[in-house]
Nanobody, 113 residues
């Protein structure tokens, strides 16, 4: 059974960097063919794809967020991490990690001073 769990601070100040980690169990993030995604849902809005990191380590980002987004991984810990720089209150959302078949429970991040 594959499980994903997001972790990170729930409150970030404007202009700072949001950093979240997804810990994966039940499979390796380097398993052939898998892509690991970050998704978010702002209050009252739909799901927004942020980006992903492939089993190979290649990364892909939403064009609208690319300039502020970095996704990396620690294969020794079977984790992948999202960093979103220069956050504003518009980045307030529930953030999910997923490989589409399996989802984390989501973590609320609020951007506020």
């Amino acid at each position: 059974q594959v499980q994903l769990q997001e972790s990170g601070p729930g409150l970030v100040k404007p202009s700072q960097t949001l950093s979240l980690t997804c810990t994966v169990s039940g499979t390796s993030i380097t398993a052939n063919g898998d892509y690991w995604h970050w998704i978010r849902q702002a209050p009252g809005k739909g799901l927004e794809w942020i980006g992903n990191i492939a089993f190979s380590g290649s990364t892909y980002y939403s064009p609208s967020l690319k300039s502020r987004t970095s996704i990396s991984r620690d294969t020794s810990k079977n984790q992948f991490t999202l960093q979103l720089t220069s956050v504003t209150p518009e980045d307030t959302a529930i953030y999910f990690c997923t490989r589409w078949d399996d989802w984390g429970q989501g973590t609320q991040v609020t951007v506020s001073s």
